[in-house]
């Protein structure tokens, strides 16, 4: 499964997921509440688990640009659209092929942390966690995303009644709403393996609470994004 999900990535998701799911609305206001719980603007090294294509290392930069910025991704495809992101900002960065599990960073080596819907993906949620953990320095920040309910078409469905929503809003007319939502069903069509590998799974609030109850964070905070069907996770690497 890890293969497929390599070479799905490499070969189909990365290279559609700037036309797709990084033009919604509800992922832009998704992005925004994540980056702000990080307060960046007080940050000095931030580490992007599971880059993806960059959009998040770029809107960092964008509000923080003290920012020294890492990235990881196990897509090779993705690493080189984030790096050449970059470079039109004129910005570079440590972006290295790596995966989530397996963090080769020291101890306290970052002050930011974030990990944005990377851990639908992993085995090993916790050990994931963990790993985020150990390589902030105490007092550290992180936000991060775990699945309030497993993958499926309603996620879809809401997903494109939001995005309607904010085009009526934004005074767009009909024909061109239409014509959007047609272009982007096409597009989307392609996400459908996705929902047929395995392992797939969610997290009730309790779960969520309870696993970061036995790790080393104070200040949590978690948040439900109903539409994206997501939980926002935020705290601090506790003081020892």
């Known amino acids: 499964m890890r293969g497929f999900l390599q070479l799905y990535f490499d070969r189909i998701y990365n290279p559609i997921y ?28 931030l580490l992007c688990v599971g880059l993806g294509t960059g959009s998040e290392a770029v809107a960092a930069l964008r509000l923080a640009p003290q920012l020294a910025l890492s990235g990881i991704d196990f897509s090779a495809a993705a690493l080189e659209r984030s790096r050449r992101k970059l470079q039109s900002l004129g910005r570079t960065a440590d972006l290295r ?17 974030l ?16 790993g985020i953990l150990r390589v902030l320095t105490p007092g550290g920040r992180f936000v991060l995303t ?19 929503r904010a085009a009526l809003r934004a005074g767009r007319t009909s024909l061109s709403i239409a014509a959007e939502i047609v272009s982007k069903l096409f597009l989307g069509l392609l996400y459908l393996p ?15 609470q309870g696993m970061f109850s036995r790790l080393p964070v104070s200040g949590l905070a978690v948040e439900e ?16």
């Open 18 to 45: 700037d036309r797709t799911t990084a033009t919604l609305d509800r992922y832009r206001r998704l992005q925004a509440q994540c980056l702000a719980a990080l307060e960046l603007q007080s940050a000095s090294r």
């Open 97 to 113: 092929l790596m995966d989530a599990a397996e963090l080769a960073y020291e101890e306290g080596s970052f002050d930011r942390a």
């Open 115 to 130: 990990c944005l819907h990377v851990l639908d993906f992993v085995p090993d949620v916790e050990a994931v966690v963990h």
């Open 146 to 164: 775990l699945p309030s309910q497993v993958e499926g078409a309603a996620l879809g469905a809401g997903l494109a009644r939001d995005q309607v």
């Open 194 to 208: 996705l929902m047929f590998r395995g392992a797939r799974r969610s997290f009730t609030r309790d779960q969520v």
């Open 225 to 240: 994004e109903k539409t994206y069907q997501d939980f926002i996770v935020s705290g601090r690497k506790r003081r020892t």
